[in-house]
């Protein structure tokens, strides 16, 4: 019963957990972030990807993939039109495998899609041939990471 209350009281303060915990220092950087949204029993990779390298708190689980101008503005265009609920949606927050995509252009940052576990496994197997730089295999692995906690096909 205890957990069920922290849990709520979790919930219904995400939005301001969301703000302040994981924070970029410049305001003005200009990201696509992917977290998980759902439970897990360890923490998953929180992955910001730019065009340049942004100034995240390091050491814990934030990362930072650099691709190319072309693949960083085809990653925006995907986030931007993939199907999912532009909403924060309660039940997918106790989903395992549930996916929030968040934008921030010049400091303007906004949630852009909350993927159902289904959908976030379509998106993270669409962003994988986007990340193109010549280490591309080291730059994928946070994304392949998450694909293979969340057990996505194609991520074994």
């Not at 992955?47 to 814990?60: F, L, N, T």
């Not at 994928?140 to 991520?155: I, S, T």
Request: proline share 5%.
């Amino acid at each position: 019963m205890k957990i069920a209350m922290i849990v709520a009281m979790i919930l219904s303060n995400f939005n301001e957990i969301d703000k302040n915990l994981f924070e970029v220092k410049d305001q003005k950087e200009t990201w696509v972030r992917i977290q998980s949204t759902g439970p897990s029993d360890k923490p998953l990779p929180i992955i910001y990807i730019s065009d340049h390298e942004i100034d995240i708190e390091r050491g814990g689980f934030q990362t930072n993939i650099v691709v190319s101008e072309s693949a960083y503005k085809n990653i925006l265009n995907m986030s931007y039109e993939y199907r999912c609920d532009r909403r924060r949606p309660d039940k997918w927050f106790t989903e395992f495998g549930a996916l929030e995509i968040a934008v921030s252009h010049q400091g303007n940052r906004q949630v852009v899609c909350v993927a159902a576990p289904e959908i976030s496994c379509a998106y993270l197997r669409g962003l994988l041939p986007l990340i193109d730089l010549p280490d591309a295999d080291t730059r994928r692995y946070p994304v392949e990471e998450l694909g293979r906690r969340f057990g996505c096909k194609g991520f074994e």
